[in-house]
């Protein structure tokens, strides 16, 4: 672990191979499975993920399983997305490995994050999830 501050800490398994600032385009995350499958969600600010009304801006429903009031914390920083959970009850993984409660990550495009009863979000540029093609 790389302490930066006790908010600004990251996990050697999510350094950042290139920032967002580098790749172009709006940074997204993008849900794969759960309340928000389907869903698009720019984030060009600090907001926080969870079911506490009106302080997250990614609300979910009160009582969503495996979801806690105040969830996770997501941020753009230097270029790059960051991300904390906030001390939930079941945790939140990035990219298959439970994240360290209190601790800022860097999630880096393709980046997965699973947290609740299957809630799946991953980190793209808007680019990429612009064009789409309908399967025939």
């Known amino acids: 672990w ?15 191979s290139y920032g967002y600032s580098q790749m172009g ?3 997204v995350l993008e ?9 698009r969600i720019p984030i060009r600010q600090e907001m926080l993920l969870g079911t506490k009304q009106p302080d997250c801006a990614i609300a979910y429903p009160p009582g969503s399983p495996g979801i806690s009031r105040v969830h996770m ?18 945790g939140t993984w990035l990219d298959n490995r439970r994240m360290t409660p209190g601790l ?12 609740g ?3 799946i979000f991953r ?4 680019q990429s999830v612009q064009s789409q093609c309908t399967l025939y």
């Open 2 to 16: 790389a302490e930066l501050s006790r908010d600004r800490a990251y996990s050697q398994f999510s350094q950042p």
């Open 25 to 27: 385009g709006e940074t």
């Open 31 to 39: 849900g794969l499975r759960g309340t928000f499958a389907g869903s």
């Open 73 to 90: 914390r997501i941020w753009p920083q230097d270029g790059m997305l960051m991300v904390m959970d906030m001390r939930s009850t079941y």
């Open 104 to 115: 800022a990550y860097v999630l880096n495009p393709g980046s997965t994050l699973y947290l």
């Open 117 to 119: 009863d299957n809630q």
């Open 123 to 126: 980190a793209v540029r808007n």
